[in-house]
């Protein structure tokens, strides 16, 4: 069955620099969830969209921007980036808002 | 404060052995509770999600139990293998569906 789909897999960038990760949902599925996972921590909720609209935010910096498009795949864009910023970056997918959500392999940032 | 507790913060079983995991949780008010796996660097999976009304619900080996009077929930593991090794992570949701995630159990299943 497919599953949802986050590029890239690995990415490192220097400080102040800027990124921009991808995240393709299962199909049918209209909303999109973004987690951040620090080092030995648990995910942090940071924004979610449903149906290209955003439905909820959690504790995304400024300095992070989301979208999700009429294809329904979402673009984290993160910019000044800084060391603590390095973590793994989590997309999940699910159909109406509440049901399952499932997730993605996740993106590994890393700052330097 | 976490709203969700889970514990043992770790354990070691033996291949075949059975194990239970424990997961309290204070959200309110309460939607759903889901037991996920997660491999290490790799994106959690869903085992069982279960709603106020449910009390057990099983996926295979996995068997999640809920009580939403004491608010206490338990992901029962039967017949371990070694593929069983992974952080179980209890998530509840709210009526506004963020999701609370507890800090996992790291189950380590030995030959």
């Known amino acids: 069955a497919a599953g949802v789909i986050q590029s890239p897999r690995h990415l490192i960038k220097e400080k102040r620099e800027t990124a921009t990760l991808k995240c393709y949902p299962i199909?049918?599925?209209?909303?999109v969830y973004w987690y951040q996972q620090g080092p030995g921590q648990d995910p942090q909720f940071l924004i979610s969209?449903?149906?290209?609209?955003?439905?909820d935010k959690g504790s995304i910096p400024d300095r992070f921007s989301a979208q999700q498009f009429s294809d329904y795949h979402s673009e984290l864009n993160m910019s000044s980036l800084e060391l603590g910023d390095s973590a793994l970056y989590f997309c999940?997918?699910?159909?109406?808002?509440?049901?399952?959500?499932?997730f993605g392999p996740g993106t590994r940032l890393l700052v330097l | 404060k976490n709203q969700v507790e889970q514990s043992p913060q770790s354990l070691i079983i033996l291949e075949g052995k059975n194990c239970t995991l424990q997961?309290?949780?204070?959200?309110?008010?309460?939607?759903?509770l889901r037991w996920y796996k997660q491999d290490t660097g790799r994106g959690p999976v869903s085992l069982t999600i279960m709603t106020f009304s449910e009390n057990t619900k099983s996926n295979g080996r996995y068997t999640a139990t809920l009580d939403a009077d004491t608010k206490q929930s338990s992901l029962h593991i039967t017949a371990s293998q070694l593929s069983d090794s992974a952080s179980y992570i209890c998530?509840?949701?709210?009526?506004?569906?963020?999701?609370?995630f507890g800090a996992g159990t790291t189950v380590t299943v030995r030959a």
């Open positions: 199909p049918r599925h209209d909303t």
């Open positions: 999940a997918s699910s159909r109406p808002q509440g049901e399952t959500q499932y």
């Open positions: 998530v509840v949701s709210g009526d506004d569906y963020k999701l609370s």
């Open positions: 969209f449903y149906e290209k609209m955003q439905s």
């Open positions: 997961c309290n949780y204070t959200v309110s008010p309460f939607s759903n």
